[in-house]
């Protein structure tokens, strides 16, 4: 699972420099983690964004994980 999520984050954040998307500068999580959170949550656990949350901290898949 962790090698498909790594390999969605990489795409993901791919399709965003291709498309031109710049975040914002006070953004603490970039889009890209942001939307590969959801997709996490929406491929393994049914649509619980809490879960998906809480496994991206306890892996420490990324620098800053939003709070709930």
Request: one cysteine or more.
């Amino acid at each position: 699972m962790l090698s498909r999520l790594i390999a969605a984050f990489c795409i993901i954040d791919d399709a965003l420099q291709a498309m031109g998307y710049k975040d914002d500068p006070q953004a603490k999580t970039p889009a890209s983690a942001i939307l590969t959170l959801a997709l996490l949550a929406a491929l393994e656990f049914g649509g619980k964004h809490n879960k998906a949350l809480a496994l991206a901290k306890d892996l420490g898949l990324f620098t800053h994980v939003p709070s709930p």
